[in-house]
């Protein structure tokens, strides 16, 4: 099956600073790529749709500002959380389509702990 | 409001029988519905997808049903084995052709040996 990776896995940072999190598709190219947020023991929360080449789309509440999402080629999205607050700890999940079948192939994920 | 219901008590089973599990949704006209597996810290790996117009899907130990009518579907795992262990989630598109899945709260499955 096609493989996503996201990395890093696992990231702890300071309050205040910013973090960069890449989602990448290995064997396939992925014009759309979503980013999911999922707290401890509750379902996935589609946070955005991110779009090869044009802006991302985010879902209601969430700050577009706030979780930056670029997705500048076929095969790499990324999400920057900025000035990362305790609020913003979760495990953050990236996923992608891999042709029109409809099923999603995710990442590992990255667990985010801002001090 | 839109929901998608699974049932968050876990379902505790003994090995080799068959486990099923329940996805409920309301507020959604889905043009198909899918299963996923997430273990603990990991993300979810996808299982089946059943169309709207599909009653029955399986693969090998795996059965789901879908019944647009009471807007429901069930997943069956038989023969389930300790392995099985883990998260199941049901997970809905949106029906108005976007691409993004909606997720269920998931239903923790623990087979005992």
């Known amino acids: 099956g096609a493989v996503v990776s996201q990395h890093p896995s696992r990231v702890i940072c300071k309050s205040g600073t910013s973090v960069k999190i890449e989602c990448r598709s290995l064997?396939?190219?992925?014009?759309?790529m979503f980013w999911y947020r999922q707290f401890p023991k509750q379902s996935l929360m589609l946070m955005a749709t991110s779009n090869e080449g044009s802006k991302a789309t985010y879902e209601q509440g969430v700050e577009k500002d706030k979780f930056l999402i670029n997705h500048a080629s076929l095969t790499l999205s990324t999400l920057t959380v900025t000035s990362a607050h305790p609020e913003d700890s979760s495990f953050y999940i990236c996923s992608a389509m891999a042709g029109k079948t409809g099923e999603l192939f995710f990442g590992e994920g990255s667990r985010l702990t801002v001090l | 409001s839109q929901k998608i219901e699974q049932n968050s008590e876990a379902l505790n089973i003994q090995e080799g029988k068959t486990a099923t599990l329940t996805c409920n949704y309301t507020n959604y006209s889905p043009a198909y519905l899918q299963w996923y597996r997430q273990d603990p810290g990991r993300g979810p790996v996808f299982l089946l997808l059943?169309?709207?117009?599909?009653k029955e899907k399986r693969k090998e130990r795996l059965k789901v049903t879908f019944d647009t009518t009471l807007k429901q579907s069930l997943f069956h795992i038989t023969a389930s084995q300790p392995a099985d262990s883990a998260t199941y989630l049901c997970a809905l598109d949106q029906g108005t052709g976007r691409r993004a899945l909606t997720f269920g709260s998931g239903t923790r499955l623990q087979v005992q040996p």
């Open positions: 064997d396939f190219q992925a014009t759309t």
């Open positions: 059943i169309r709207e117009n599909e």
